[in-house]
């Protein structure tokens, strides 16, 4: 059973910055790509950045390119997002899954809620 648990989030001034972790299970995780999505109050899931299995390629979104950096340890099966300069217009639940731009899986973990206010 496929199972995916983000981390990390919480409440950050603009300009501040987050790491967030997912940490995956019931598949094989380093035969995968893996992505992170955002899903803001009132809008649908959006696309933020994938990194392919052996985490030679990287590809974000335009509203994160320069700010926010994805990265992954095979060993530990997790996946990170590091987040800085972090704006209003970040605040979203976060969210993982396996897959090179678009979601694999149709299970979903909880998120992890990262919100950018002063």
């Known amino acids: 059973q496929v199972q995916l648990v983000e981390s990390g989030g919480g409440l950050v001034q603009p300009g501040g910055s987050l790491r967030l972790s997912c940490a995956a299970s019931?598949?094989?995780?380093?035969?995968?790509?893996m992505s992170w999505y955002r899903q803001a109050p009132g809008k649908g899931r959006e696309f933020v950045a994938t990194?392919?299995?052996?985490?030679?390629?990287?590809t974000y979104a335009d509203s994160v390119k320069g700010r926010f950096t994805i990265s992954r340890d095979n060993a530990k099966n997790t996946v990170y997002l590091q987040m800085n300069s972090l704006k209003p217009e970040d605040t979203a639940v976060y969210y993982c899954?396996?897959?090179?731009?678009?979601?694999?899986?149709?299970?979903w973990g909880q998120g992890t809620q990262v919100t950018v206010s002063s």
């Open positions: 899954n396996a897959g090179y731009l678009q979601p694999k899986y149709d299970h």
């Open positions: 019931g598949f094989i995780f380093g035969d995968n790509a």
């Open positions: 990194i392919t299995s052996a985490g030679g390629t990287k």
